[in-house]
């Protein structure tokens, strides 16, 4: 089945506790692309990638890291997480930007 | 859990009419633009998409118009059903498509009457 797959689905962490948000999918799609999701603002896009190795920012890439070494993964870094960065976070692919046309099923981060 | 339709413009349609979503776009320079359904608890779906070399393009039960002029989007949605009940989102890519950033819109919340 095409998919997209974020792990974790939820997480509570403390301030300052480095965490990765994962994301795999198996369409061979090169362009990947992060999003958050807060009640008033919107999706917001956090970085995108257009292939491997290649990675760009989107419009709110503060206090994020990408990384993209192989085609089916695409993790969110949070190196020191703020109380600012609750949210609910998604993962999309496509077969070429920025149309981000499958979307994983999305992970709720608590930041406390 | 949190509601995503918040806050939101709401459209309240009955079953089997036809509803239209607008969405107003900012940027003169955006040549390709998007429409997402999200219902409740979900993650975003692609429903359809236009360039701007189109006015309009029609999907299953959906067409969306594009007006350049003064920058605006809309989707029809035909025979509206229940299941099309959602926060339906425009997004707009702001450097003519060739890169791969994408901007949303606010979002409509579309409630279907039975």
């Known amino acids: 089945e095409a998919q997209v797959t974020q792990n974790p689905r939820y997480l509570i962490t403390v301030t300052g506790k480095k965490l990765t948000v994962t994301c795999s999918q198996n369409m061979n799609h090169e362009y990947m692309s992060w999003y958050r999701q807060d009640p008033g603002l919107g999706l917001r896009q956090i970085y995108y990638?257009?292939?491997?190795?290649?990675?760009d920012k989107g419009d709110v890439p503060e206090g994020y890291k990408v990384s993209r070494k192989e085609k089916r993964n695409f993790p969110l870094i949070l190196e020191s997480p703020s109380p600012n960065q609750t949210s609910l976070y998604f993962c999309?692919?496509?077969?070429?930007?920025?149309?981000?046309?499958?979307f994983g099923p999305g992970t709720r981060l608590t930041v406390l | 859990g949190e509601s995503v339709g918040l806050h939101l413009p709401t459209l309240s349609v009955q079953e089997g009419d036809n509803s239209i979503i607008n969405c107003a776009y900012s940027n003169s320079a955006s040549d390709y633009f998007i429409w997402y359904k999200q219902e409740s608890g979900k993650g975003p779906q692609f429903i359809i998409d236009i360039r701007s070399n189109m006015d309009k393009r029609q999907g299953q039960r959906v067409t969306v118009l594009l007006n350049k002029t003064v920058k605006h989007l809309s989707l029809q949605i035909a025979a509206t059903q229940p299941g099309d009940s959602a926060v339906y989102f425009c997004a707009e890519s702001p450097y003519g498509g060739s890169q791969g950033n994408l901007i949303f819109g606010k979002g409509t919340k579309l409630s279907v009457k039975p």
């Open positions: 990638s257009m292939n491997v190795e290649v990675t």
């Open positions: 999309a692919s496509s077969w070429s930007g920025p149309k981000s046309e499958f």
